[in-house]
């Protein structure tokens, strides 16, 4: 009996397959998104203020750093929790990959988060005119807790080593 259940426990690892491979679609949507962006920059660059057009730049770094963390989420999740990835060593294979162990893996997820929320943040300052002080300030509060979040991470776990 023991051995049935630990064989159907290594077994169901498999179920994360197809959320790991969701997430592929999650990085098609988002460059969709990206181009709709990049075609409003284009399209709308002569006509819209300088502080507009930085902020859709934003935009587009805050879309493709979300891209980023998402493909590296899922390859390394996939990696770690259902199995080896079998790509070719033809030097079109990321050097991270294959090294991202969970612990690695959570404190890039936290400086990724860290990089995001300031991007936001930063469109939040430079269109300060939209948004209530209040609402501001909460926007700060929520970018320290993150920032303080990856500090204790990557302090806690140089603790354990």
Known sequence: MERLIEGL???ARWLL????LGLSLAVVALGVKFFMELYHLLVESPFISEASMILIVLSLIDIAMVGGLIVMVMMSGYENF???LDVEEDGDKPNWLGKLDTSSLKAKIAASIVAISSIHLLKKFMGLEKIEHYDLMWYVIIHLTFVVSAFAMGFLDRLKK
């Open 82 to 84: 259902v199995s080896q």
């Open 9 to 11: 426990l290594y077994r």
């Open 17 to 20: 397959a197809p959320i790991y």
